[in-house]
C-alpha cells in the first residue's frame, strides 16, 4: 500500500494543477470535504481549492496517482509530498507533531524525512 504525506513541515496541500488533476479522478462531493472555509477559489482556472487536505484518504489511489504523476509539481508551495510503501495489512494514521507530519504504524513513528 502506498501512502502520501507532507515531507515538509505544515499541512498538506495540493497545488492547483495537481487539485485539477484529483477532480478529473474524483468528484468533490466523494472527497469528503465540505466545500466551506478554508478552500480557495480560483477565479482564473474556475476551481475551488482546498487550502488543508489533511482529511483526505493518504492511501487514496488518485491521490496517490497524482502525486506520482505531478511529483514535484504535486504540492502547493511549502508542500513537499513524499509516497511511503507499507505493507497492505498495516495499521497506519498520520499524525502531526509541532508541524511535521509522521506515520503512526502500530507504535512506531515512520517520519517522513
Not at 95 to 106: D, K, N, P, W, Y
Amino acid at each position: 500500500m502506498k501512502v502520501v504525506i507532507n515531507d515538509d513541515c505544515g499541512y498538506l496541500s495540493l497545488s492547483l494543477e495537481a487539485f485539477a488533476r484529483y477532480c478529473e479522478l474524483k468528484t468533490l462531493q466523494s472527497i469528503g470535504l465540505p466545500v466551506t472555509d478554508g478552500w480557495a477559489v480560483d477565479f482564473e482556472h474556475g476551481l475551488a481549492r482546498p487550502v488543508n487536505l489533511e482529511a483526505l484518504d493518504r492511501s487514496d489511489p488518485a491521490l496517490i496517482g497524482v502525486a506520482e504523476e505531478l511529483g514535484q509539481k504535486a504540492g502547493a508551495q511549502g508542500t513537499e509530498l513524499r509516497i511511503i510503501e507499507l505493507p497492505e495489512d498495516a495499521k497506519w494514521h498520520v499524525r502531526t507533531v509541532c508541524g511535521f507530519e509522521f506515520l503512526q504504524l502500530s507504535d512506531a513513528l515512520i517520519p517522513a524525512r
